[in-house]
């Protein structure tokens, strides 16, 4: 059984084609999806179903894959209980927010980079050159992307709520334009500005996705679009051969640098 929840939805519907009926009883809808490379147990996972139905699903699909066999079926992983007044996010929207935490320690150290601007020496200038990377390929290039390209495609993209977005953005970009020209000029008090700016910007934006716009996208994705939307988020992750960990460095040695040295903030 442990191998089966390994195996690719997309393989097990293939070899049994069944399979793909039992999951839509349970409102999950895996064969139309055309990335499908999401595991069983992810499918199992993302869905969260109450317990006893998720061991009927589980015992159904054994029931064909390995039919006559008393198969056993582990016992699902047990489900933090909520807590009050904490948003529970879908796993798709819960990756979103994830992103959000590390932008959101990068912009939290813009007022003690800016304070510190020095477009002179060839370390300040790298800072300036990460800091601006980082903004263009991990927040807009990744993050921005996965929702303009995938999550807002599910919705009236001529809503108010997700114009409001799209401007946010083009904002964003607005101001990292002017970052890059002004770091070029060596033109320290320009870029402070556009720095903070977009600082001020993605703080707002954030907490706009985080607490109104992922909650009310939640409340309207079905099952099924929910389980797509967690599959073609991994999709991009594997085609971009991304990884944060880069990322992550970068704010973790200017959180070091920045905490060591308290008189600089
Ligand atoms: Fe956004
Ligand atoms: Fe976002």
């Known amino acids: 059984m442990e191998a089966l929840l390994k195996k690719g939805i997309k393989e097990i519907i ?43 699903l589980m015992q159904k699909i054994a029931g064909i894959i390995y039919p006559g066999q008393d198969i056993k079926i582990p016992a699902g992983k047990k489900k933090a209980p909520a807590v ?51 903004i263009q390929s991990y ?16 919705f009236d993209e001529d809503s108010e709520i997700l114009q409001v977005m799209y401007e946010d953005h083009t904002a964003g970009r607005g ?29 707002e934006h954030i907490k706009k996705e985080d607490e109104v716009l992922y909650p009310w996208m939640d409340r309207n994705l079905s099952t099924t679009q929910v389980g797509e939307l967690f599959s073609k988020f991994s999709g991009v992750d594997e085609k971009m051969g991304f990884s944060p960990d880069k990322y992550l460095k970068f704010i973790e040695k200017l959180e070091k640098q920045f905490n060591d040295q308290e008189e600089w903030v």
């Open 14 to 56: 293939d070899q049994y084609p069944d399979v793909e009926k039992i999951l839509d009883d349970y409102g999950i809808g895996c064969g139309p999806c055309s990335v499908g490379i999401c595991q069983l147990k992810d499918i199992v996972d993302i869905h969260n179903l109450p317990e006893d139905q998720e061991q009927e």
């Open 84 to 134: 009050a007044d904490e948003i529970k996010y879908s796993p798709p929207m819960k990756q979103l927010v994830d992103e959000h935490v590390l932008i959101k320690r990068w912009i939290a150290l813009i007022p003690a980079v800016v304070k510190n601007l020095d477009l002179e020496s060839g370390e300040g200038r790298q800072l300036i050159r990460d800091g601006i990377d980082m």
């Open 139 to 154: 927040a807009d290039r990744y993050h921005h992307a996965k929702e303009e390209d995938i999550l807002f495609k599910y």
């Open 175 to 203: 101001h990292v334009r002017a970052m890059l020209e002004a770091f070029d000029r060596k033109d320290k008090a320009t870029l402070g500005e556009h720095l903070l700016a977009y600082r001020d910007l993605l703080t």
